[in-house]
């Protein structure tokens, strides 16, 4: 009976470990997603870098066509006032070729501010294409750590689980489909240690007569609380 406790035991130990393998093998695709999401976001944050100085271009190109057509009218103005013979009329294209002429100095502080937020979007945009040059050599290195990781686990428990059928074809079959039974409704461990009259599965208190059997060692007792099987460890 203590040789049959024993290989239940030392199959627990191998369902344990197979177990947090397994655990572990779930965690990978949300590793691996979560890098993948790192590399989008440094992506995005160059293109929105990118956009950003672009936008800035055209808005240059168009206020430089707004002074453009401004610069056309005041010409056009200019052959309209040299040809009026009314001081009248004289002063009134004299004042809206000062309304344009305002009007562009205006156009111009604009662009004067456009051209230095381009200076600093180009040093921006910079930093970000070098920050995404990082994480994609960063994120390409820790993809490569969880493949072997992820090899590693898979060897792990290629062996554990040949190891586990092994162990297991020495076990009574009944006792077998016992221990798994309780193995899975438990989900820690099927098989706990009775110390100082305490399963240590739930912590309950046994009674003398199921301590009594434990201690004799002659059968697979279970806790009268949990259904663990017990074995004696005090
Ligand atoms: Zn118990």
């Known amino acids: 009976?203590?040789?049959?406790?024993?290989?239940?035991?030392?199959l627990q130990d191998r369902d344990q470990k197979i177990k947090q393998i397994q655990s572990e093998v779930r965690t990978l695709p949300q590793q691996r997603a979560q890098l993948e999401g790192q590399l989008k976001a440094s992506a995005a944050a160059l293109d929105a870098a990118k956009h950003k100085a672009q936008q800035v271009e055209v808005e240059k190109k168009r206020l430089e066509l707004d002074v453009g057509t401004r610069e056309t009218s005041i010409g056009r103005l200019r052959t309209q006032q040299y040809e009026t013979r009314k001081n009248e009329e004289f002063r009134a294209i004299g004042n809206e070729i000062e309304r344009y002429q305002k009007e562009i100095q205006g156009i111009e502080d604009q662009e004067l501010e456009l051209m230095e937020q381009a200076d600093k979007l180009k040093i921006e945009t910079a930093e970000a294409e070098k920050q995404a040059a990082a994480g994609r050599e960063s994120v390409a290195r820790q993809m490569?750590?969880?493949?072997?990781k992820g090899k590693a686990l898979d060897e792990r428990?290629?062996?554990?689980?040949?190891?586990?059928?092994?162990?297991?074809?020495?076990v009574d079959e009944d006792v077998l489909d016992r221990f798994q039974r309780l193995f899975a409704s438990k989900g820690d461990a099927a098989v706990v240690g009775l110390r100082h009259e305490v399963c240590t599965g739930c912590h309950m208190k046994l009674t003398p007569q199921t301590v009594h059997r434990v201690k004799g060692e002659r059968e697979l007792v279970s806790c009268e609380q949990c259904g663990r099987i017990l074995y004696w460890e005090d």
């Open 1 to 10: 009976m203590q040789s049959e406790l024993e290989q239940l035991l030392v």
């Open 144 to 148: 490569a750590d969880l493949e072997a």
């Open 157 to 170: 428990l290629q062996a554990l689980t040949a190891e586990r059928t092994e162990i297991a074809s020495r």
